[in-house]
């Protein structure tokens, strides 16, 4: 790791390395690098504090953003509402529990959640491909492989329901893991999957071939 | 707590067998100037709680590591394990990395790891809090209103999913050098609400995040400080 070139500030602007940074999407070795130069850079640290509270921020409008509608959805239907209490007093209960259920929406994540199909569980071999379900709508897909110590491992996006695990990946046997997959179904919508995990056989366990 | 280690810090620093002058990173620490010990350490403090904050999310936990770190960190120094000081950098960033992992593993191993998976797009309330004063989050918030829809989703897709601005231009189809500079203009703005009331990095900044600078200029050496004031 000593051995890795340091970097200047110069290439921390015009790399946007501290953008990719606070997104979580620079690779290990720049990461590294970059880490190691805030350490000593005055500079590039006030600018890394701008730029986490800066994704803060944008992260904190977004969530609002979804309330929005809703909230204005309330506001705006105040009269339907008062109408709707008022039919719901009049309206006989019995209408109301004709067939004795309740109607809920279902949650748009609940109605489409990818499904990691493979690797899952216990497998014999370094797996080349990870499988997970069609979600209705997406249009990519987010891969997340860590491992059991939280390192990331792999994180790509593709718009298929596979993908082929790159070579550098370190998946070494009787080692465990953890991955999951996102699906993007609109602008900087994404639905989660569960967390699934996978341990990959030792090799010493591995059946011994039969006696000559 | 941090001053208390900072006391600590500096007390095990002076203790340490150091060279008359040397250049930690770029850092200069000399033996006749005890207050620049404490500079180094408020420096690595900062840069190592960027990095724990960044990497855990969680104040209370990130700071542990910066304090873990650092201690390592002295220590190294007062045994003479740590022998050539330009390497302090490194040497720091691989004990917290080392600290940080530590940490994931003392976690409830699946339970955590699903959380953090769960969390990384979004830090828990707070979480910037030994990092960002409340002045400075509210000076943002405020410039941030004056962004427009456009500028707005070029600093989202940068910040948040980390494309360069190349990128931001193959998918809307724009030049980049069109991009670079909405979002360098952008920028400037928020870094001036950002740093209003402090020391301002721009004054003085060759390069900052997000300069209007391309590679060619700088090759060329082309004066681009008309850019950025923009």
């Known amino acids: 790791m000593s051995g890795m070139s340091e970097i200047s500030c110069e290439r921390v602007t015009l790399e946007e390395l501290l953008e990719r940074y606070v997104a979580g999407a620079l690779g290990a070795d720049d990461r590294d690098r970059l880490e190691r130069h805030i350490l000593v850079c005055d500079r590039c640290q006030e600018e890394a504090r701008l730029a986490l509270a800066l994704r803060r921020e944008l992260a904190r409008e977004r969530q609002q953003a979804r309330g929005r509608p809703r909230t204005r959805w309330i506001a705006a239907g105040i009269g339907t509402a008062a109408a709707a209490v008022l039919l719901a007093v009049v309206i006989p209960r019995a209408m109301l529990e004709r ?15 990818p499904n990691p199909f493979a690797p899952i569980g216990r497998v014999p071999r ?6 997970w379900s069609r979600v209705a709508g997406a249009d990519r897909y ?3 492989v860590l491992s059991a110590g ?9 718009a ?3 993908l082929a695990v790159p070579e550098g990946v370190d998946l070494d046997p009787g080692s465990s893991f953890f991955w999951k997959v996102d699906a993007r179904i609109g602008w900087d919508r994404w639905i989660k999957s569960e967390v699934v995990e996978f341990a990959i056989q030792p090799v010493d366990a591995a059946p011994e071939a039969p006696d000559r | 707590m941090a001053d208390r280690l900072t006391e600590v810090g500096s007390s095990l620093w002076a203790g340490a067998r150091r060279p008359t002058s040397c250049c930690a990173g770029g850092l200069k620490v000399s033996e006749d100037s005890p207050k620049l010990d404490r500079e180094v350490l408020d420096r690595l403090q900062t840069g190592l709680r960027i990095v724990a904050l960044q990497e855990l999310g969680d104040p209370v936990a990130s700071e542990e590591v910066v304090q873990e770190t650092i201690a390592r960190v002295l220590s190294a120094l007062r045994d003479d394990r740590l022998n050539d000081p330009t390497k302090l950098a490194a040497y720091a960033h691989s004990v917290a990395r080392h600290v940080i992992a530590d940490e994931y593993r003392s976690r409830a191993r699946s339970s955590n790891l699903r959380s953090r998976l769960g969390q990384q797009a979004s830090d828990p309330p707070g979480a910037l809090e030994n990092l960002i004063s409340a002045d400075e989050r509210t000076r943002l918030r405020f410039a941030l209103r004056g962004v427009g829809g456009r500028d707005r989703q070029i600093l989202r897709l940068s ?5 360069s601005c190349a990128e931001i231009a193959r998918r809307h189809a724009e030049p980049a050098a069109r991009i670079r500079k909405r979002k360098s203009r952008a920028l400037q703005r928020l870094r001036e609400a950002f740093f209003a009331g402090s020391h301002t990095p721009t004054a003085t900044a060759t390069f900052h995040m ?6 060619e200029e700088r090759q060329q050496g082309t004066d681009t400080s008309d850019h950025r004031t923009g």
Not at chain 1, 100 to 112: N, Y
Not at chain 1, 126 to 131: A, G, L, M, V
Not at chain 1, 152 to 158: D, H, K, R
């Open chain 1, 160 to 162: 298929d329901t596979a």
């Open chain 1, 142 to 144: 987010r891969v997340t």
């Open chain 1, 99 to 113: 067939d004795g259920t309740e109607h809920r929406d279902v949650p748009a994540a609940e109605a489409g959640k």
């Open chain 1, 126 to 131: 370094r797996p080349s491909t990870f499988i």
């Open chain 1, 150 to 158: 939280g390192d990331v491992l792999l994180e790509t996006e593709t």
């Open chain 2, 159 to 163: 910040f948040e999913e980390g494309l």
């Open chain 2, 210 to 215: 997000g300069a209007d600078v391309s590679s």
